[in-house]
């Protein structure tokens, strides 16, 4: 049912998933990409060999002085091509996301919409790599600040946002002068592979060499390659916490560096001044939105005694009325997980619950004939628990909102929030204007995003993306989160004909 889409895209159903621009080779072992929404084989994917990796990495020393020696506003020139041509493409490329990793149409179409909104963030940005002027205490003498490309940066993405976080990394590194490596995940391939199309042609198309972006294939043994690799200075890796302490071990062995996205559990509080109806739509979209299966999908609903009896009944009323389906057609609220291993995941976390103590209030399971066939299909589950449980501690990657309780003050609200590992996005609904600064202050909310009447998912480009703790410290997208990909360098320029000594030091000859 995509194979317009992928024709479109420039992909056929059996291909080489290893690119270092315009030529594409591979040959390592076989990758084959099947879609959650119907069990159906999409295409085979040829996955990189070690000797693939080292041609890639070969090009892309050749690429970078090149690539770096350009005017940075030329740079962002072909980020402007590439947005425009995303544009053009939005649909079928919104599409093939959808039905790779599974999440709704209309999410298809906003994860592209993500990457357009970068382009346009970043081509403004390559006019303003700025440093700073700094006043010397040595007369005659100017010192500033500026900063340059690191060289290449090696990109590792996950299932979940098989297009996005790429181009929130390769946007920015690009502009920044960097040449980029991509490493996504083995189970979306075809989604990296057409985004390595597009880019490509563009490169082609303005006369610029190999290597300036490519692509490699493959398991975490390809990743590992990366991780280890010096030739690489900054390496920046989206995934589970797991994943992220080992590429932060790797990496920081080299003493090089990392911009790590990995795992949240984030929380909504509800104070008795929240408007509840916006609370019903914010929480529901943060929990069952991408089934479950985003970083910032809301885990734990922390909710005042006073208005908890409310909020179960018109949360438990709300998931009556959830469809769940084929994501391609918009009438679905939900789509499916991204494989039968995510349901086992889910299935493990369900029995958890119960023996550690919690209530199930909506029922889950496994969905069953004829439109589920995939096997992937879950229904969305409430459970009422306390906050400490071990499994409520955990980042479960599935439709499962845990509804907490909490007596007092926001103070005892936020306390139950931050009392997790994990630190990336988080959300209070009050009309409060005092909770809702308590909740924003150096004593409240700990995480890397901190909202005020919205929920914890969907996070806008304009702002620095990431979290804390055990989230991995690292900043994407917007703010000043193009330094990132950047070294600086401080300069200092005696215009005398001394040489004076800072802080005063004496030393004549």
């Avoid at 049912?1 to 591979?26: H, P, Q, Y």
């Avoid at 081509?123 to 002027?133: A, E, K, P, W």
């Avoid at 920044?176 to 989604?191: A, D, M």
């Avoid at 509800?270 to 991408?290: E, R, S, Y």
């Amino acid at each position: 049912m995509i194979k317009n889409e992928l024709r479109t895209l420039g992909i056929d159903t059996v291909t080489d998933g290893t690119s270092t621009g315009c030529k594409w080779f591979a040959s390592g072992e076989q990758i084959i990409s099947f879609s959650p929404v119907d069990g159906k084989t999409i295409g085979q994917v040829t996955a990189s060999s070690r000797k693939d990796y080292n041609k890639v990495l070969e090009v892309a020393e050749t690429a970078k002085k090149i690539w770096a020696d350009i005017p940075a506003p030329k740079r962002g020139e072909i980020v402007r091509q590439l947005g425009d041509k995303l544009r053009e493409l939005k649909p079928v490329l919104g599409k093939l996301v959808s039905y790779e990793m599974g999440k709704s149409y209309q999410e298809g179409l906003g994860e592209v919409q993500e990457m357009i909104d970068i382009c346009d963030f970043a081509v403004g940005i390559s006019r303003q790599l700025y440093g700073n002027t700094i006043h010397s205490e040595r007369p005659g003498h100017r010192m500033y600040d500026q900063y340059h490309p690191l060289g290449i940066v090696g990109i590792i993405t996950a299932f979940n946002f098989p297009v996005a976080v790429w181009a929130w990394n390769s946007a920015l590194a690009l502009i920044c002068g960097n040449i980029v490596i991509w490493k996504p995940s083995e189970k979306t391939p075809l989604c990296a592979i057409a985004c390595q199309h597009i880019l490509a042609d563009i490169l082609k198309a303005n006369k610029l060499p190999e290597g300036i972006s490519s692509l490699i294939t493959g398991d975490a043994e390809v990743g590992r390659w990366m991780t280890a690799d010096s030739r690489i200075p900054l390496i920046s890796a989206t995934g589970s916490t797991r994943m992220g302490r080992q590429v932060a071990m790797t990496v920081a062995e080299r003493l090089g560096k990392t911009l790590l996205e990995l795992g949240g559990n984030n929380a909504i509080i509800v104070t008795p001044n929240a408007d509840l109806k916006m609370t019903i739509i914010g929480t529901v979209f943060g929990a069952v939105g991408t089934a479950g299966q985003r970083c910032t999908s809301t885990r734990r609903l922390i909710v005042h005694e006073s208005i908890y009896d409310q909020v179960r009944k018109s949360l438990i009323e709300a998931y009556k009325q959830l469809k769940i389906g084929d994501p391609l057609d918009t009438q679905h609220h939900m789509g499916p997980l991204i494989d039968t291993d995510a349901v086992q995941i889910y299935l493990n976390a369900l029995a958890k619950i119960e023996e550690q103590g919690g209530k199930i209030l909506v029922e889950g399971g496994v969905l069953e004939g004829a439109g589920y066939e995939s096997g992937c299909y879950v229904t969305p589950v409430i459970a009422e628990v306390e906050n400490h449980l071990d499994i409520v501690q955990e980042e479960t990657f599935a439709p499962i909102l845990y509804l907490i309780k909490y007596s007092g003050d926001v103070h005892h609200a936020i306390d139950l929030q931050n009392n997790v590992s994990q630190g990336l996005s988080s959300a209070i609904m009050t009309t409060n204007l005092r909770e809702a600064e308590v909740f924003l202050s150096q004593n409240g909310s700990d995480c890397g995003i901190a909202n005020v009447n919205i929920g914890t998912s969907g996070a806008e480009i304009g702002g620095a993306f990431g979290g804390e703790k055990d989230t991995g410290g690292g900043r994407e997208s917007g703010s000043d989160a193009w330094k990132v990909y950047m070294r600086r360098q401080t300069n200092t320029i005696n215009y005398t004909t001394s040489l004076p000594l800072a802080q005063g030091i004496k030393f004549d000859l």
